[in-house]
């Protein structure tokens, strides 16, 4: 069975499993009681369907940002706005890394980071791919939702479920990976495969333990002054459906302040991320 064909398998088991669990408050889309000795993770991350790690080296969508400053095109919005992936080292190095600057188009301050990373010199061995705007379209109108009202964050295939209704703050969309941009970052980690995952979300001020290498994202909450906590299980989140599918690569969320950063906190992200960019 090809790569494509065992994760698309875990969306119909995902459905199912999602099932033996009961929501509390569903609105908000937070998986309750299901938690692992008390640590706050639910017991299925453990038998979500897993994708094992190609040996080969992926391969680029376009050209790299490394030659082509205005990056690749990984995919388009519901208004059809681009949706870039900028390439910062070689892109056949064996370790990739993906940062996200912002998911919801109401929480933006991530994109400093991810322009800022543009620039920096990497080890061998590590290509960083920065997505600035995985919802542009939310990002012009300065809405959490895409242009069809759908919350990204709750429309991955992990556990996907239906939450809240069309334009709605947690609204999960007609069915898993029904909306096109969420189609573009799922074949972008679906290829690339990234080691590391951050995605930047706002403004709980904290780093979120997401279910990954929990070494990493308390060295990554040290290192730039946040709180290191679990923050909640989210049926459709994009980060857990990568920690489940890819069990040895880590993706964690990063809930930065309300309000654009300082130039000071840009730069302690940015080191911070090229830090666990090389554990």
């Not at 590391?196 to 904290?206: C, E, F, G, P, S």
């Amino acid at each position: 069975m090809g790569l494509m064909t065992k994760t698309q398998a875990g969306v119909s088991s995902g459905v199912l499993a999602v099932a033996v669990f009961v929501l509390a408050g569903c609105g908000d889309g937070i998986l309750r009681g299901a938690t692992n000795e008390g640590d706050g993770h639910a017991p299925f991350l453990k038998t979500t369907p897993t994708v094992p790690r190609t040996s080969s080296t992926p391969s680029t969508p376009g050209t790299p940002a490394s030659s082509n400053p205005s990056g690749s095109v990984i995919g388009r919005s519901v208004q059809g706005r681009q949706i870039r992936a900028y390439v910062v080292g070689n892109p056949t190095a064996p370790r990739h890394v993906l940062v996200v600057g912002c998911v919801h188009g109401d929480e933006t301050a991530g994109e400093a980071i991810t322009r800022r990373l543009r620039g920096v010199k990497l080890p061998a061995g590590v290509a960083l791919w920065l997505v600035d705007e995985f919802n542009p379209d939310g990002c012009s109108a300065h809405t959490r939702q895409n242009a069809h009202g759908v919350d990204l964050n709750r429309n991955s295939p992990w556990h996907w479920r239906h939450l809240d209704h069309p334009g709605g703050t947690y609204y999960s969309g007609t069915g898993p990976l029904s909306e096109p941009e969420s189609r573009a970052i799922y074949h972008l980690v679906l290829q690339v495969q990234p080691a590391v995952t951050i995605w930047y979300h706002q403004h709980a001020t904290l780093v979120d333990a997401s279910g990954g290498d929990e070494a990493i994202e308390r060295r990554y909450a040290s290192l730039v002054g946040l709180p290191f906590r679990h923050f909640g299980l989210f049926p459709g989140s994009i980060t857990s459906w990568q920690n489940a599918t890819f069990t040895d690569d880590t993706a964690f969320v990063v809930e930065l302040p309300a309000g654009e950063l300082s130039m000071s906190a840009v730069s302690r992200h940015v080191r911070a991320a090229l830090e666990v960019a090389q554990r």
